[in-house]
């Protein structure tokens, strides 16, 4: 009986392995946000991964706050799936969830975009800014500007 039960699930193994649907690969990426004004509020970091979410189009892949604590910050997006991503970055200093501008409409709070350099991009696009993420664990460090 034993080696009947045995021969049926060696038989049926090959067909319960194909009959399951393809599994997207997927990791973790930590973003390790550094150069905050200082303590106060909080640190926003925005995950994206197309332009249409880039220009604030369409909703992002995910949106992680986190409090500020020796100017730094760091934000995990867990069961994420390998892709190209951009990420936005802001120290929220008053927790309002906006990035405060001046009456002219530059930032009054530090800010940053992957892959570019502010000082010299102010008008970046996704494509500027994308990253590729196929890594089971994934680190990227960002400095506010």
Known sequence: MLIRATLLCAMLAPFTVTSNPQVEPEGVLEVMINSAKNDDGEIQVTLM????????????????????????SVCKFEKLTHGDYAIFAYHDENKNKTLDENFLGAPKEKLAVSGVDLAQNQSPTFTQSKFTFRSQLAQIFINLQ
């Open 49 to 72: 991964n197309n332009e249409a979410q880039f220009n604030s189009k369409e909703t992002p892949v995910a949106i992680c706050r986190k409090i500020i604590t020796e100017k730094k």
